[in-house]
């Protein structure tokens, strides 16, 4: 009877939490570990290696300017890409042809030979247009009858010796980067409009919301929520993109890096450094949108309980 019940007595381990535990240990991010310590131990072995401290500083002073332009290209590219999401979904045929005729031939150009297009073919051209219409309308004088006699001489002028040069290669290279990309978080914002369902749309033009109301109050609002994963992921693949811009002689990470080797022909320790910190940057970022992922699925399965 004394066996029986202690034999009762044991826990029987459930072989499905087993499973589960064996599962979590399995996909745990063992592969992030090890490619920290992986950093941590190159780090400590050149540190104090020649040239390596001197390429550290040179690298550092990239930085700021590869996050700086990662960060204002991509917020046009939000904006411009938002705008043309929209207007994708515009009844007018003629503004939907000319947005998609956008998107399509914008995608099916590289992004470098985007840069180099805008930087040193449209921009140019836009800036002698620019000119030829200064000296014109430096001529021109407006007569009101309550205001007189209106001059543009001043603006002319000034649109007429405008000065290429006065338009930084960095720029140029940000306004390469927002097309280039608006055309890609185009289809990401629209993949997110169409996940919103046609009956929650309907349900509101139903309580009398008409269409830019249900676009802003019911649609906008469920799609930012579905499209911010992609979009971060995006803006870690703008970051990386961003060392385009050194072909215009940005000095961001990728140049500093050029620019020392160039002069010391030190290949090998220098693209060390250069790869190590882009992949310091776009793994700290890839954290940074896990987290954020994981908290919007935590904050759905909260709502479908």
Request: proline share 4%.
């Amino acid at each position: 009877m004394s066996v029986a019940s202690s034999s009762a007595e044991v826990p029987r381990v459930n072989p499905q939490k087993r499973n589960i535990l064996i599962r979590r240990v399995a996909r745990a991010p063992w592969w992030l570990l090890a490619l920290a310590m992986l950093i941590i131990l190159f780090a400590l072995s050149v540190q104090g290696k020649h040239p390596y401290p001197i390429v550290f500083r040179a690298v550092r002073e990239g930085v700021w300017t590869t996050i700086w332009v990662s960060v204002v290209a991509y917020a046009v590219a939000l904006v411009l890409g938002l705008i043309v999401a929209l207007l994708r979904r515009s009844s007018n045929f003629i503004v939907y042809q000319m947005v998609t005729l956008y998107v399509e031939a914008v995608r099916g150009i590289p992004t470098l030979v985007l840069v180099y297009y805008m930087a040193l073919a449209l921009i140019p051209q836009v800036v002698s247009l620019g000119n030829d219409y200064g000296e014109w309308l430096a001529q021109q004088q407006l007569v009101l009858p309550l205001l007189g006699t209106i001059s543009f001489h001043g603006m002319g002028t000034w649109m007429a010796e405008f000065q290429l040069r006065e338009v930084n290669n960095a720029y140029r290279a940000i306004i390469g980067l927002s097309i280039s990309y608006s055309a890609f978080l185009s289809e990401i914002y629209r993949a997110g409009i169409e996940s919103v369902g046609e009956g929650q749309i309907e349900a509101a033009k139903s309580l009398g919301m008409n269409r830019r109301q249900v676009m802003r109050l019911i649609v906008l609002p469920q799609a930012f929520r579905t499209v911010l994963p992609p979009l971060g992921n995006d803006f870690i693949a703008m970051l990386k993109e961003s060392s385009l811009v050194s072909v215009l002689g940005v000095q961001d990470i990728t140049r500093r890096g050029q620019t020392y080797a160039a002069s010391t022909f030190t290949f090998f320790q220098v693209y060390n450094v250069v790869a190590l910190t882009y992949l310091v940057l776009t793994l700290s970022l890839s954290l940074v949108v896990k987290t954020m992922e994981w908290y919007l699925d935590r904050g759905k399965s909260r709502e479908a309980g």
